[in-house]
């Protein structure tokens, strides 16, 4: 189980993070070796699952290119039944994955958090880099790497208007991020989807980018899939939290149910990192120049858009839970809404539907690394809570 702090706790391993004052000082050697061993303990306890995580995902996504290229009528066979315009398997992932996490959240005092003015800031802060920023960026990197591949560069261009509503929860999760703060963006940023997708698509497409061709991302289309991959787990995870409380009791629900339920988020991650990649790996071998191209754009993309948002979060004396909230929120894209856009739009076989997909397929190596280098860079920062 990974063990994640409330509000008002240190991030993972912060007992092992003391200020520079503290590592100065003589009198607190021992708490610091103390706090060392009690990190080594911590480490120690984690179960096969979360302590070998990297190692799971590599071998999901090495069994799945496998299964794509050696297996012919694996990928056929994941995508024949559609969900709001998404496979039913990754569907199922989605909601597996999201569930346990929400279950976390404390929604019974979230009322609290929204009448303290730092969270509006917060909220504030996260719409400018999400809405303005992030899709500038995306938009041109995409021009900059791919200024002859008009279909390419759509579908890149769809991924960076799509805010992340689900992976974003899971790498806040794994980091030890701010878990309240990380579901209140995702709601807000669910909201500012339905609302500026379409729109936006059609300014970043059309009008700036001057493609050619109709474009008409639907409104319905954007709401469905908010509705159904934030929505359902959501609306679960409130059900759940609120009716075990009161039914049996908090003490239960926090120290027994949450840590049944959450290997699951894990699991389901797992499951469909493997089935993006059985689905898509064919296509992805097949069509390896078009991947590298679309991969370029995106590494540079995530690793930019992650490191400046948590630059500018310790700048600005955010805490280590906030900053890795922000950055994280910052850095994922909602490629389950981005794929079902461009194969709404363009097509299932079309050059942005594959761009799209490819989103994901970078996204998740490259920020499961940051996960682990931003845990790495806390430490090493002396980087506390607030």
Known sequence: MVTLPTPDQNPPDSKSMPSSKHQLDPENVHDSQQSSEDSNSVIKGLGWLDRFLAVWILLAMIIGILLGNFVPSTGPALQKGKFVGVSVPIALGLLVMMYP???????????????????????????????IIAPLLMLGLAWAFLPDKSELRIGLILVGLARCIAMVLIWTNLAGG????????????????????????VLFIKVISRETGAVAVSYSTVAISVAVFLGIPLGAAIVTRLTLRKLVNAEWYDKVFLKWIAPWSLIG???????????????VVHQIVSVVRVAAPLIVYFLV??????VVCRKLGYGYGLGATQSFTAASNNFELAIAVAV??????????????????????????LVYLVKWMGKRWAWKEV
Do not use: M
């Not at 979230?110 to 400018?128: D, N, Y």
């Not at 363009?346 to 920020?367: F, K, M, N, R, W």
């Open 269 to 283: 991650l797992l499951y469909t990192i493997l089935v993006l990649f059985a689905s898509q790996g064919r296509q």
């Open 101 to 131: 996490i929400l279950c976390k959240v404390r929604y019974e005092s979230l009322h609290v958090l929204f009448r303290e003015k730092k969270l509006w800031v917060q909220i504030g802060f996260s719409v400018i880099v999400n809405w």
């Open 178 to 201: 701010d878990e309240e703060y990380c579901a209140i963006l995702v709601a807000v940023n669910s909201i500012l989807q339905i609302v500026l997708y379409a729109p936006l698509a």
């Open 344 to 369: 709404a739009t363009y097509g299932a076989d079309s050059d942005q539907a594959l761009a799209a997909t490819v989103g994901p397929l970078i996204e998740v190596p490259v920020l499961v690394g």
């Open 305 to 310: 858009i992650f490191f400046a948002t948590l």
